[in-house]
């Protein structure tokens, strides 16, 4: 996806997380108890939570550390681009914390980007034990940590919610039902988790945003850490054709909280927006 270098601003959100510790503040209208309330209340009424509880896995197995849930294709929910079977890959850590990690890959929105181009991953597969997700780097800060890794195969960074035709193909543009049985499946293994590090790279990073709002609709208690790699969910507005194809095609602008009023010039202003309503929120961007 074409971004601007410039464009819609990243107040107070574009700073690196250090060592999980050290975030993003920002001066909120309530305090931290409780407060993370309104956000999940407006992300909720805006659909954020519609699909939660919707699909359960039609099977699953065992792959190493990783417990892989499967998704029955034929339900037309969770479900990969082109109509392959979506998956959820879990692995239990030794701490109470969950790192809900979204993959990366490309984006498409009509017939040319999708089926001629072939830009986006179009099949899912299990967890890829490198960078965030490498259990076995000694470096890593979430080696013993709890992990749901969402492997990314939409074609709108786990955010759309609709099914097109490009020409006669059906294509599934479901990421925002992708990401939500992978929200199911933490809530289920992790019912109590003393904080979620949602992150991404790419359409992952793109993912994020999606990711905070099921998220907290979910566990609306939590304390949620946002560390998004380059996906700071801004669109070219020069580029005004695929603008429009990915809000037809995608059909997600629908779920910009009604209160979010710059969330239509850009989608970065989710980031502001949910900064004033959830004093359990830490934001940040790398790219």
Request: glycine letters at 12%.
């Amino acid at each position: 996806m074409n971004m601007h270098r410039h464009g819609a601003r990243l107040a107070l959100a574009s700073c690196l997380l250090v060592a999980l510790g050290a975030g993003c503040s920002h001066t909120s209208s309530g305090g931290e108890e409780g407060f993370a309330a309104q956000a999940a209340e407006e992300l909720a009424a805006s659909g954020f939570g519609d699909y939660l509880g919707a699909q359960s896995p039609s099977s699953s197995g065992e792959r190493g550390q990783w417990t892989e849930y499967y998704y029955d294709p034929a339900k037309e929910g969770a479900i990969c681009l082109t109509g392959g079977q979506f998956q959820v890959n879990v692995r239990r850590g030794t701490t109470d914390d969950v790192l809900l990690y979204m993959q990366g890959g490309g984006a498409c929105w009509d017939f040319h980007t999708c089926y001629v181009l072939g830009t986006a991953t179009t099949g899912a597969n299990g967890a890829v034990e490198s960078g965030a997700p490498d259990i076995d780097d000694p470096k890593s800060p979430f080696k013993d940590w709890n992990i749901v890794y969402l492997p990314y195969c939409d074609g709108s960074v786990f955010t759309g919610d609709a099914t097109v035709l490009y020409g006669d193909r059906r294509t599934f543009h479901h990421g925002l039902r992708n990401l939500t049985v992978g929200v199911d499946a933490l809530k289920r293994a992790f019912p109590d988790p003393s904080r979620i590090v949602i992150a991404g790279s790419s359409a992952g990073g793109y993912g994020t945003f999606a990711g905070y709002g099921v998220t907290r609709v979910a566990l609306p208690d939590t304390p949620i850490l946002v560390f998004n790699d380059s996906g700071p969910g801004l669109q070219n507005l020069a580029a005004s054709q695929d603008v429009q194809d990915r809000t037809a095609n995608w059909d997600f602008t629908k779920r910009a909280p009604a209160s979010c009023t710059q969330c239509s010039e850009q989608y970065s202003y989710l980031i502001d927006w949910s900064l004033d309503r959830d004093a359990k929120l830490r934001t940040s961007l790398y790219s």
